[in-house]
């Protein structure tokens, strides 16, 4: 097994390989890159640059796994979860250090990924015991009908480095629960907590070998494991969780194998204050919605729109807010908003601001970066030409509207390409629903922030934000394949 060091107080694992067939290699090539933290800019560790070869073993190796996995009692895929579950609670200290130093997340939300893991891992040892089909009525005399589903084979998963641990697992944990094989390619932002943190855990839970495989790359490499994926006819289901632009190749890609996906994408998520809501409730909400991860979340609320009766205090006190949330070191305790990801981000983040800026916009609250963080940032009057109003902004960065109605903010947040998440705070729970009828959104809640997840939940929006559900309580409905079958209790007569 690979070497985890502490240095300083910094995470390290040396060398970090791909894991195919229950073992740990090197890629066919021998090239390897250096995974750096966020944070630090320190080398965390080496790790397998991969290609399509290495890609096309990971998938035979799931292959050849899967009619033994497929056929295991349900008491055994059970258990493995469960241990699974206590074995990444048993490391809760060190996966903390490694989310913060690989993706500079924060003890908050670290927490919250781990939390999630855990229920995701508990109530998928259950799928194994839920009905695999039911009994249909036949109108032909003597036939016994019935709807079967059957796990599909081979899925391949595509997951982001931004909750690398949640969205990694959640990508691979209910197609596995339910007899599929899989093959994980995680960013190369995230190999350890978003991929081998994962391989090393199901492993000493007993997953058997070749049930699940991970295969690293290069940055700038995905392409080509990405479309061995799509290419290979042992592959069956494809989920992807990233943005919408690559969504949108890879779904056309998957069009011309007649290949089926799951697409999770990007949201601008629209926060409602409605004009009798608790100003100091709001404010909260809408701090924790945008800022979490340094907004590094696809639920992040990216727009507020406030009702015009509550615009002035509202703004105000969210800015005063926002201007004095802890900033820096994501393994401090008391940091709210830590590193963006790379320089790339950083940049991107600078510029938007300031093009808006230029346009007209007002900073309200940051707008100065001070790398490798960029702070928690509030603009209003942002003209919609501007191109942090367009589509996702992946950071710290907020945009507050004053609106004449909260019917004005439901046309306005539907104006969007995207529905991911959406949320509405209000001092009237049925208005709020009402309003949430309205929204073009696949996740609305009321009375709360957009950044919410549970493992059994449909999570998945519409419009350009994706299509399918990811969630166990609906896995087997993207997962399984749903068989028809008939039997005969006496012979049928034929007309010749």
Known sequence: MPR?????????????????????????????????????GEVLSEVAAGDGEDTQRAITAAHLAFGGWAGAPPWRRQQIFLRAADILEGRRTEVLGALAAETGCGRHFGDVQIGFALKLLRQAAQLAYQPTGHLLPSDVEGTQAMAVRRPVGVVAAIAPWNASLTLSGRAVVGPLALGNTVVLKPSEESPYTGG??????????????????????????????????????????????????TGRRLAEK??????????????????????????????????????????????????????????????????????????GDPSDPATVVGPVINEWALALLDRRVKEAVELGARVLAGGVPAPPCYPATVLTDVPDEA????????????????????????TRANASDLGLAASIITGDAHRGLRLASGLDAGIVHVNDQPVNDEPHMPFGGVKDSGWGRFGLGFAAEEFCELQWVTVRDQDRTFPF
């Open 387 to 410: 191109e942090i109003a367009q589509g996702e902004t992946f950071g710290p960065v907020v945009i507050v509207e004053a609106v004449d109605s909260a019917e004005e903010a439901v």
């Open 196 to 245: 081998a943190l994962w391989a090393e855990i199901l492993q000493e839970a007993g997953l058997p070998p070749g049930t699940f495989n991970v295969v690293t790359h290069a940055p700038g490499e995905a392409g080509v494991v990405g479309d061995t994926m799509l290419a290979s006819p042992l592959v069956k289901r494809i989920n992807f969780t990233g943005s919408t632009p």
């Open 254 to 327: 998957a069009g011309r194998h007649l290949k089926r996906v799951v697409l999770q994408l990007s949201g601008q998520n629209p926060l409602i204050v409605v004009r009798d809501a608790d100003v100091e409730y709001a404010v909260n909400a809408a701090a924790y919605g945008a800022f979490m991860h340094q907004g590094q979340v696809c639920m992040c609320a990216r727009r507020v729109y406030v009702e015009r009766p509550l615009a002035e205090e509202f703004n105000a006190r969210f800015a005063a807010k926002v201007a004095n949330l802890p900033t």
């Open 4 to 40: 985890v060091e502490r240095i300083g107080s910094a995470w390290q694992k040396r060398h970090i390989g791909h894991f195919i067939g229950g073992d740990w290699v090197a890629s066919d090539s021998g090239r390897s890159y250096q995974n750096r933290s966020p944070w630090s």
